[in-house]
């Protein structure tokens, strides 16, 4: 880390100075905070339209700015209608209209049948494309096949566009599925075993050969089998344009330690064995994972189950965007990692991956001026009550985290302070690659 000053001017970062610099002279001193880039978490469902029960985009953005996230891309499954036409994304922008606290791009979707509006919406100004290669969970986003991938694949690298995979095969999942209904559905053992770890090993090896044969960028979401992780090395020892993400609650969590019930910790794929969170903690460390993101997936209390616990039953989705900075902290100190590291894996490489790293993501002369001042030594207890998702319902509840976020800024202003969110809505609808426009006040920052 550095000592410097950041001056901002209309939005923008104007320059990064010694603190003494004459051009920081009345700055804010944030002491022993550490100023880094806006967090910009890529994997986020806000699902409004048709679902803002779940999540809407002023719960969702509030969460955001609480969280030290100024940047944050929605994933185009759960809202009605789902973002695979035109005209869906027409109706996202307009559903979130005037409730942004921090900036939002979108992704568009893969399904049977969308070919055709792929280039429509990639000139709509989409970050990229996603796809499920088993059932999402939700009738309006339906699983791929491999003969719809070797039609959008081509049309995805003449246009540069990544292609994000929900990476689990349906083959193994069916193989289990006998041995797992005989297990009892209120253990999480009974969910884990459901979704063995070769449904996530052979999707990413499906993933490697259409990477090579297309040489389109590939995108790995929520990795959770550390087996994949030497095949992938070995594709991108290859030079293939293939990425891969992990999340908070794969490296927090264990399955060992999961009570019977709690089907709060319940997601696809699921979380694993202690053993395995430490493989992906060391690939975070030595590169192979490129990113960290939330995959903030809330729904009703009652669509968890947590009346009778039942894991085969239960909405299948962890809510943490608030949370992911501290819980990625946590993790990352106790084993010897610092705050560069997490802004490479949730500022910098999030931002290239969204197609928006000429203006976020770094804290450098002309990009915008989005930061997040955070404690990295304050410990907390997380309240669910006191978090602002739409539903208080989250499997870190009561759990003690390291790293508190004492402010966030976007583009120069201040838009939530110790947990209050302040002023109005003035996030910006985002698309992929565009350069930041000047706005906002003049202001000036003080960095460590």
């Known amino acids: 880390m550095l000592d410097a000053a950041v001056v901002l001017r209309e939005g923008r970062i104007a320059a990064v100075v010694e603190p003494g610099d004459a051009a920081a002279r009345g700055a804010l001193d944030l002491g022993d905070l550490v100023l880094m880039p806006g967090l910009v978490d890529t994997h986020v469902h806000v699902d409004e339209p048709g679902r803002a029960e779940w999540e809407g985009f002023d719960t969702a953005t509030r969460a955001a700015a609480a969280g030290g996230v100024t940047t944050l891309v929605d994933m185009p499954l759960n809202s009605i209608p789902a973002t695979t036409s035109v005209a869906a994304l027409r109706a996202k922008r307009e559903a979130a209209a005037g409730k942004l606290r921090v900036d939002c791009g979108f992704w568009g979707g893969i399904v049977p049948g969308n070919a055709g509006e792929i280039e429509g919406l990639a000139a709509a100004g989409v970050c990229g494309f996603k796809c499920f290669l088993v059932p999402s969970g939700v009738d309006e986003f339906p699983a791929v096949g491999e003969a719809d991938l070797y039609q959008a694949l081509p049309i995805l690298a003449r246009l540069g566009l990544p292609l994000l995979a929900h990476a689990e095969l349906p083959a193994p999942i069916a193989a289990a599925a006998a041995s797992a209904r005989a297990g009892d559905p209120r253990r999480h053992a009974t969910w884990l075993a459901s979704r063995p770890r070769a449904a996530e090993n052979e ?4 993933l490697i050969a259409l990477c090579a044969e297309f040489r389109g960028a590939v995108h790995v979401v929520h990795l959770a089998s550390s087996d994949a992780l030497p095949e992938l090395r070995a594709a991108r020892d290859a030079f293939l344009p293939i990425t891969v993400e992990t999340c908070p609650h794969y490296l927090s969590f264990d399955a060992e330690a999961i009570a019977d019930g709690a089907t709060a910790f319940k997601c696809a794929p699921p979380i694993r064995e202690a053993a395995n ?45 608030e949370l992911s900075l501290a819980a990625t902290w946590t993790g990352a100190r106790a084993r010897g990692l610092g705050a560069e590291d997490l802004a490479r894996w949730m500022c910098a490489h999030p931002a290239r991956l969204a197609g928006l790293e000429a203006r976020k993501g770094r804290i450098a002369e002309g990009w915008d001026a989005d930061f997040v001042a955070w404690d990295p030594d304050a410990e907390w207890t997380v309240d669910p009550g006191r978090l602002h998702q739409r539903h ?20 120069g202003q201040v838009v939530c302070e110790d947990g209050r969110v302040t002023g109005e809505p003035r996030g910006e609808l985002l698309r992929r690659g565009a ?12 960095s460590v």
């Open 435 to 446: 350069a930041a426009a000047p706005g906002g006040r003049r202001a000036r920052l003080s």
């Open 277 to 321: 969170r430490e493989r992906l903690w060391e690939a975070l460390a030595e590169g192979d994972i490129d990113l960290v993101a939330s995959d903030h997936s809330p729904c009703p209390p009652a669509m968890k189950a947590s009346g009778n616990g039942d894991f085969l039953a239960a909405w299948g989705g962890i809510a943490s965007l």
């Open 392 to 411: 208080p319902l989250t499997p870190y509840a009561g759990r003690r985290l390291r790293g508190a976020v004492r402010m966030t800024v976007l583009r």
């Open 203 to 206: 999707a990413v090896r499906l």
